[in-house]
């Protein structure tokens, strides 16, 4: 597609359940990241993808967070046994050669409100 | 962790004037890009400018970058109310390819 797809775009949870969100980047572009942004803040980086691999997890708060990627395209953070505390604007991110060229490009974000 | 650190935190300024907001950093850097984000949800990247270069340019934005001091600054001149947005500075480190955030500048041009 033409920029980074999100989806869905606004995400309401109960404390303690499972929710997937979906991150549909640039055709062409190999490195996918998801950050997280809490009212105020900067974006909080989380993982990054080069291909189908996760090459830095290190940003992931705990293991209720997981993200795959498995045909290097389409990625999807997940968040086992959500807390109120990870509600958030959960941005998704794709480059080309790492964005070192033109910057990284991000979709619109999921407002995740855990209630 | 932010890499970086916005000043002023906040800015306002009347239609036409010029808006200059500055970014301190921490860590040695491959380069230095600036963001711009409307209503808290997607970033449009501005401008990006790498560790070897010291100014550059694109249309009425103007960044600077001074490595010895860790710092950079991005100018918006004639701003328009169109400008008003929160403005973020982020590096990406040597030998990594991860963007670093700092906490923005909110920047509102009056009409």
């Known amino acids: 597609g033409a920029g980074v797809s999100q989806t869905p775009s606004n995400k309401v949870t109960e404390k303690g359940k499972y929710v997937e969100l979906r991150c549909d980047p640039i055709s062409g572009h190999t490195a996918l990241y998801w950050y997280r942004q809490s009212l105020g803040q900067g974006p909080e980086f989380l993982i990054y993808f080069q291909g189908t691999g996760a090459a830095d997890d290190s940003g992931l708060p705990n293991d209720r967070f997981f993200a795959v990627r498995p045909e290097g395209s389409v990625s999807t953070l997940k968040i086992q046994r959500t807390e109120r505390g990870d509600s958030a604007v959960y941005l998704c991110?794709?480059?080309?050669?790492?964005?070192?060229?033109?910057?990284?490009?991000f979709g619109s974000g999921t407002r995740l409100t855990v209630v | 962790s932010q890499q970086g650190e916005e000043d002023p935190q906040a800015l306002s300024i009347q239609e036409g004037e010029n808006a200059t907001m500055n970014c301190s950093y921490k860590t040695s850097i491959n380069n230095l890009q600036w963001y711009r984000q409307n209503s808290g949800r997607g970033l449009v990247h501005l401008i990006l400018i790498r560790s070897n270069e010291r100014e550059k340019h694109s249309g009425r934005l103007r960044v600077t970058l001074d490595t010895s001091k860790k710092s950079s600054s991005l100018l918006i001149t004639a701003s328009r109310a169109a400008d008003t947005a929160s403005y973020f500075c982020?590096?990406?480190?040597?030998?990594?390819?991860?963007?670093?955030f700092g906490a923005g500048t909110t920047v509102t041009v009056r009409a």
């Open positions: 982020a590096t990406v480190r040597s030998n990594d390819y991860k963007l670093s």
């Open positions: 991110a794709s480059s080309f050669l790492g964005g070192t060229v033109d910057g990284y490009t």
